[in-house]
């Protein structure tokens, strides 16, 4: 087993020094998902929420996480972010619908923009639950995951 690289000499936490990385093109691809009722999903499709548009509210909390995810996330190295994309898609339940949630995430530097996109992913699914709790609290954000990450030293990655 290597050494820690964020534990230092003293056993004790340090961000990773990341002068000497190569300056990539590096994405990462992540999804959330939220479980919510026939209710909660008919009103965020036909915009009936009473916060507003749930999708372009949950859009914008997502990319501006992304944004932030070096302030909440402590050892996170703040990034130069070049974009970020999140699309829904929604699927059937026996008891409801999936609101699925992917988020791409892509820059230009020294580390990863994993958590990021991980980031971004959760905070998308907090949202929605935040926006329609009104309606119904039973709603499920599912697992959050890393589906692929590109550039780096490490190279390329695609979930298994």
Request: proline share 3%; net charge positive.
């Given at each position: ?7 230092n ?18 994405t ?5 998902s ?9 009103k965020?499709?036909d915009?009936?929420?009473?916060k507003g548009d749930?999708?372009?509210?949950a ?5 501006m996480a ?20 999140i ?5 059937t339940?026996?008891?409801?619908y999936?609101?699925i ?11 990863g ?7 971004a992913?959760s905070v ?6 935040d ?12 697992e959050?995951?890393?589906v ?10 695609i979930?298994?």
């Open positions: 087993m290597g050494k820690f690289s964020h534990i000499e003293q056993g004790r936490a340090k961000m990773v020094d990341i002068t000497d990385k190569k300056i990539t093109s590096r990462a691809i992540a999804k959330s939220i479980q919510v009722n026939k209710e909660i999903y008919t965020i499709v915009q009936t929420i009473g749930v999708l372009s509210v859009q914008v909390a997502g990319i992304a944004k932030q995810t070096s302030t909440i996330i402590p050892m996170c190295h703040p990034l130069p972010l070049s974009g970020v994309n699309e829904f898609a929604w699927s339940l026996d008891n409801g999936d609101l949630i992917t988020v791409e995430a892509k820059t230009k530097g020294s580390t923009v994993e958590m990021e996109a991980l980031t992913a998308t699914a907090l949202t929605v639950y926006m329609c709790k009104a309606v119904d609290k039973d709603m499920v954000i599912g959050t995951y890393l692929e990450k590109t550039g780096g030293k490490s190279g390329p990655y979930r298994g």
